[in-house]
Structures are given as C-alpha cells and as structure tokens.
C-alpha cells in the first residue's frame, strides 16, 4: 500500500545548527509533497510545498528537496532556535481518490 | 478572517452517545476534510468533501456520518460513540484543488474527544 515513512524517533539538536528530517515514500510516485509545523494541542500549520520536477525550494531559513531517484523528501531547518521545537508532519499527497496519505511526523527539540 | 473553527474543543461522552463535531470555514474553500489523529497512528483521514453535497470517504469513515449543504459547513456525526474514537478530531479546508490533487490545507484548533 501508499506510505509515507517520517523518521518516529526524536531529533535533539543544539541551537544554531541546521536540522535536517527525512521523509520516505513507497508503492506510489507523487507528484509533490508538502511539509506542516505541528505544535503540541494545535492543529498542523502548512509550511511548504515541493513538486517533483522542482528538486529544492526554500523559503526563509527553511529548505526542502525532492529526490524522486531515492523516492525522499529532506526538509532543513537552518541556524535553528528554541521557537523550532515542534513536530513536522510530510504529506499530505492525494495517492489514489484523493486519499491524502501523511506521514507520522518527526519531533524536533532545539535545545539553547 | 476566522479561519476554520470548530466547536467544541473538548467532549466527553459515555458509549452509545451520539453528538455532532461542528466545523467552518470562511475562506470559500472547496475541499474539506476530517481526520482524527492518534499517538503513534498520525492524521487518518475520516471524510471528505469536494463541494457542497459532495462527499466520499477515507481511510476510517466506520462509525462517522458527514454532510455538506453549505460550502462553509462540513459537520461530523458520531452515530454510536465507542472507546476507540477516543481521539483528537482536526477539520481542514484547502482551496486549491485541481483534478485529484489537494494543496497545502488550513486546519482548525481540533476538538478533544473522550467515550467513556
């Protein structure tokens, strides 16, 4: 079946460096993916959208790629801050029907 | 803009309960959609819908209704509450949509749910 796979174990880096999270899909080839900030008791807050043939896109400290060889996404957080600490959710991307398919999501903890 | 809203943001029910999770947007948004979402299960996607009087199901429809007269409203329906849609219930809406492809959604705060 579709699946998006998020690294579950938490990332724990220290402030000022950049963070990098993984997300990995199988049985499907999208056509993008998106990346959300999720807060804890907050809904997930979009952050950006990658499309297949645009390999990298950024906006502001935050850089994204799409590696359709290696079928990934890698979502970066430079010269990170405390404000960063948050899960980060990949997906959604409609697979078949418009069932949007997403991922686990990864924490990330900044510590100052 | 209020955005999406949903009420209530907590609800307590016994089993067998019946209740109704509200849900709006004002953004004129054609798509919206339902999750729940479980520690170590992520977003699943309960209904959703396309345009008004338009909806089909997702990945967990069992135990839920919806409907959508309105293009602001999108209400779920919990027919009999059970322990297991003991959960966390996000509603979000998405403008931009395009054959079967959905971009980025707009969520709101989430309602709390509990069956005891």
């Known amino acids: 079946s579709q699946k998006i796979e998020q690294n579950s174990e938490a990332l724990n880096i220290q402030e000022g460096k950049t963070a990098t999270l993984t997300c990995n899909y199988t049985n499907y080839s999208p056509a993008y993916l998106q990346w959300y900030r999720q807060d804890p008791g907050r809904g997930p807050v979009f952050l950006l959208l990658i499309r297949e043939n645009e390999k990298e896109k950024r906006k502001e400290r935050l850089k994204v790629t799409f590696d359709t060889t290696l079928k990934q996404s890698l979502f970066h957080i430079t010269a990170s801050q405390p404000a960063d600490s948050a899960t980060y959710l990949c997906?959604?991307?409609?697979?078949?029907?418009?069932?949007?398919?997403w991922g686990l999501g990864t924490s990330l903890a900044v510590n100052p | 803009n209020a955005g999406v809203t949903q009420t209530p943001k907590f609800q307590v029910l016994k089993t067998g309960q019946s209740m109704t999770l509200q849900c709006a947007q004002d953004m004129n948004h054609e798509y919206m959609s339902w999750y729940r979402q479980d520690p170590g299960m992520g977003l699943r996607l309960i209904h959703y819908?396309?345009?008004?009087?338009?909806?089909d199901q997702g990945e967990v429809p069992n135990g839920y209704n919806v409907s959508r007269s309105t293009t602001e409203d999108f209400p779920l329906r919990l027919l009999s509450a059970a322990p297991s849609q003991t959960s966390v219930y996000f509603c979000a809406s998405s403008y931009r949509m395009t054959g079967t492809t959905v971009y980025e959604q707009y969520f709101g705060p989430g309602t709390r749910l509990t069956v005891t």
């Open positions: 819908s396309v345009g008004a009087g338009i909806t």
């Open positions: 997906g959604p991307n409609a697979g078949n029907n418009r069932k949007l398919i």
